[in-house]
């Protein structure tokens, strides 16, 4: 059960006593605080900043933001994702993750032609892992490569699993290549206008 919470603490500092269970805040996205962790986050870590990072706001974005409580880690990774860079950490005495609500603007496109006007930016879309849409290249994806059957290939889900997925857009290659990975096989393809490959996996 979530408990209903509405105002942002900042931090879930005082929450580390409170594992497994779920949170809910009314959070405006921010940049200015200080993140530790990818997808997992520390508990000093700030919320709004954490939420643009992770993909579950955008910058001045207002809305009702689910988190769940997580045992301390031994690491934390940093990462530069939507513009946030967040910093990694060592060992840490509580952590928490977003929770996704599986709404329509939640979940991922099939694929991401229409973003090769957005160069070096990265999206978290909750993607669940297939074999049946058609993909061109090994790591570095065309534009128009399903993004669930992708993610398969590239080895950051499996078939069936539903996670928060990170792409980055990347330029066009002059050559994409074929390859068989993880049951999935890949089609080559020449010149493209542009392109895309994964960064991160993180739980629901």
Not at 16 to 35: A, C, K, L, R
Not at 140 to 158: E, K, Q
Request: with cysteine; proline share 2%.
């Amino acid at each position: 059960m979530t408990n209903s919470i509405s105002i942002d603490p900042a931090n879930l500092a005082a929450y580390g006593q409170q594992i497994g269970q779920t949170f809910s805040f009314v959070i405006t996205g921010g940049v200015n605080g200080s993140i530790y962790g990818t997808n997992i986050y520390t508990l000093d870590s700030n919320l709004a900043t954490a939420a643009v990072h992770a993909g579950f706001l955008c910058i001045s974005e207002t809305k009702n933001v689910t988190i769940k409580i997580l045992p301390g880690q031994e690491s934390y990774t940093a990462s530069t994702q939507n513009g946030v860079t967040s910093s990694s950490y060592g060992s840490w005495k509580g952590s928490y993750s977003f929770v996704v609500a599986m709404s329509p603007s939640n979940v991922g496109p099939s694929n991401v032609a229409d973003y090769s006007d957005k160069l070096a930016q990265t999206f978290s879309f909750v993607i669940t892992g297939n074999v049946n849409g058609s993909i061109y290249g090994t790591n570095i994806y065309t534009l128009d490569s399903n993004l669930a059957t992708a993610a398969v290939h590239a080895g950051f889900l499996r078939i069936g699993e539903t996670k928060n997925i990170t792409i980055k857009i990347l330029p066009g290659q002059e050559s994409y290549t074929a390859s068989t990975q993880n049951g999935v096989t890949s089609s080559s393809y020449g010149s493209w206008k542009g392109s895309y490959s994964f960064i991160s996996a993180g739980g629901l």
